[in-house]
């Protein structure tokens, strides 16, 4: 199979996946969108990883309802972004950078998403207590934003490690016996 149609499998997969896991019931903000940017950030092209990351938030934004236009345009570039953020820094992926830019990513998307809210939402007095305010109500959701980024990350890396591992052994094994 050639490199442009692996990419373009891993692609759809990470879609299809993402798409799935935020139809199915799910803790709020409990969702594989920045886990799917991250990955593809390592495993795609960064163009590919970019179009992925926003492929994925939009279909299932389609599907499951949009929002505040506003705070959906930032909501999708925080995926560009994180997208564009793993490409460049896990080159070469390993646990503690991945942990840290999976932290920073989560902080990252909470901080602009909800001054996102704060800035055009009307439902927080435009002050620095209204900003106080709005970051306040969403830690409940920022706690769930994190450990799903954490759970899904770690699953999409440690399922592509072991998938890495298995076919290397199989191509090494096949190789014994012709």
Not at 150 to 169: D, E, P
Request: glycine residues 8%; proline residues 3%; aromatic residues 12%.
């Amino acid at each position: 199979m050639s490199a442009a149609k692996k990419q373009l499998l891993l692609a759809a997969a990470l879609i299809v996946y993402v798409v799935i896991a935020r139809l199915l019931p799910h803790p709020d903000n409990f969702a594989p969108l920045t886990a799917a940017a991250i990955f593809g950030g390592v495993y795609l092209s960064r163009g590919s990883a970019v179009g992925t990351a926003l492929a994925a938030a939009i279909i299932s934004d389609v599907l499951v309802g949009f929002y505040s236009p506003g705070v959906m345009f930032v909501v999708w570039a925080c995926y560009a972004l994180i997208a564009l953020a793993s490409h460049q820094w896990l080159k070469q992926p390993k646990l503690v950078r991945g942990g840290l830019l999976t932290v920073a990513s989560s902080t990252f998307f909470f901080a602009a998403t909800n001054f996102a809210v704060w800035a055009s939402s009307g439902m927080y007095a435009h002050s620095l207590a209204g900003l106080e305010r709005c970051f306040a109500m969403a830690l409940p959701f920022f706690r769930n934003s994190l450990l799903g980024d954490l759970f899904y990350t770690g699953a999409l890396f440690g399922i592509a490690a072991l998938v890495i591992t298995l076919s290397r052994r199989l191509a090494k094994s096949s190789t014994q016996y012709t």
